[in-house]
């Protein structure tokens, strides 16, 4: 017979934290390198500045940032971090995870740790993974990161991607509560359509010409997929999860485009008093780092406070999404 391994019977976000680069980029920055307009940017994404890492603000840099703000949150002892699970499609080496090194950095230098690529979706991937991780043992406590430096591979003379993807880090911490904290994860993706997003170039093809293996996108069709399959994806989240939209204080999409995140809010039929983010009017698309940045600034600004109940969502390159119903800490 094998010892099975027992957790706790629920699990919660303890706690959550970020970071922002330092130097804001206004869209007239953007402008001087695309055929574009200030108009046409706010309109069609809600767009009006966005967050780029300097070359001190590395993936490492960002992650370690946000990871100490959400341990601090969560008052836990690094130590007691049994696994470290980084979200992003920017660490821009093959091997090793960084994962690792942000282990080490935060004070769990035998934590297990990697890497996942879940594109925008990465963050609610990793809350998933966490919450399974301590229900069923593996880890007391989860550090679950969302970190993107996605300036490093957009091409800035691109006009369907350089005005929107943007730089940043998140954390949370996930571990063992009296109540349960974090919903059922209602996840999936959609691979026919791996296309619609994707790196131009292999590392193969790439080597030798020196360049960046850019981003490209074909916007619209992941606009209007995102627009109207995941309203049903996230209404699935709350239904799993036994929640009513009037019972949500939080709104907190990946924060694609402004105009995605209103059409889901007026699916979800969205009561007034649910606050929405809106993160991605200063800070951009940040990829797997938008939802904890978003949640984050919510804070800073009085919109989001402990005990809330949020209904989050990332959706992106894959195609890939997942949506859960959190409590704040
Ligand atoms: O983060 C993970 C997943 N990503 C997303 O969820 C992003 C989803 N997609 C989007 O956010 C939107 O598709 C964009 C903001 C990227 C583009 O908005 P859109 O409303 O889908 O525009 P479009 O691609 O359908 O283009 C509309 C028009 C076209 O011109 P015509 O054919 O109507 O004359 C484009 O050529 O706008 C033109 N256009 C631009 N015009 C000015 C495309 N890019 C630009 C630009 N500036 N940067």
Redesign the pocket.
Known sequence: MITASTGSTYAGVLGIGSYRPRRVVPNSEILEQ????DE??QT??GIKERRWASDDETVLMMSVNAAKDALADAGIDPAEIGCVIVSTVTHLYQTPAIATQIAVAVGAPTAAAFDISA??AGFCYGIAMANDLVRGGSAKYVLAIGVERLSDITDRTD??????FADGAGAAIVGPTDEPGIGPVVWGSDGTQHKV?SQKESWQEVHGNHNWPHLT?D??P??RW?SFEMAKTAQQALDVAGVKAEQLDLFVP?Q??M??TDAMRRALKLPEHVKVARDIERQG?T?AASIPLAITAMREAGEARSGDLALIIG???GLVYAAQVIRLP
């Open positions: 695309i055929d574009s307009s046409w940017i069609r994404s594109a925008c006009r369907s991607t350089a005005f929107i997003i996108m916007g619209n992941v606009f995102a990946h694609a485009n105009r995605i698309n990829s959706f992106g390159a």
